[in-house]
């Protein structure tokens, strides 16, 4: 079996075992996730009107997060990525209401959890990004 044949095989397994739209939305949340990290930079160090930035890429992470997530409790193929997705929807949530909480209450703390809790959910995208990838190794 020739490289090109070995290749489309392995593409055409894929794609059985995680369907397109999912592989799509793990792949494009570590980019919007980083994304924020520059947007937040740029606020603080550049113009503090990239805030605007950040809260509208912000809102958009909420789409490839909710798509993983549905699909782990839909598409039988991906049911094993439940654990990951129901993390990273927590951790959304989390991102949230440390702004939101921060900013009612004042608290420093909590604002400051923020940044951390961007890094845990970066951390737990690239974590499915490699169980998909692994899995269309194998």
């Given at each position: 079996?020739?490289v090109?044949?070995?290749n489309l ?13 999912f ?7 570590p ?11 740029l606020s603080l160090?550049?113009n ?9 890429i912000?809102?958009l992470v ?11 409790l839909?598409v ?10 129901g ?9 949230i209401?440390y ?8 608290s420093?703390?909590l604002q400051?959890m923020h940044?951390?809790?961007g890094a845990?959910l970066?951390a ?8 998909i ?6």
């Amino acid at each position: 079996m020739s490289v090109l044949q070995e290749n489309l095989t392995a593409r055409d397994r894929s794609h059985r075992i995680a369907p397109r739209h999912f592989v799509l939305s793990a792949r494009l949340l570590p980019i919007l996730m980083l994304a924020q990290f520059f947007t937040a930079g740029l606020s603080l160090f550049q113009n503090a009107a990239f805030w605007e930035w950040h809260a509208a890429i912000g809102a958009l992470v909420a789409i490839p997060i909710l798509a993983l997530f549905i699909s782990t409790l839909l598409v039988r193929s991906v049911r094993a990525l439940r654990w990951w997705a129901g993390c990273l929807a927590l951790l959304y949530v989390l991102q949230i209401v440390y702004v939101v909480a921060g900013q009612s209450t004042g608290s420093g703390l909590l604002q400051a959890m923020h940044p951390f809790n961007g890094a845990l959910l970066l951390a737990t995208a690239l974590v499915i990004i490699a169980k998909i990838e692994r899995s269309h190794q194998a």
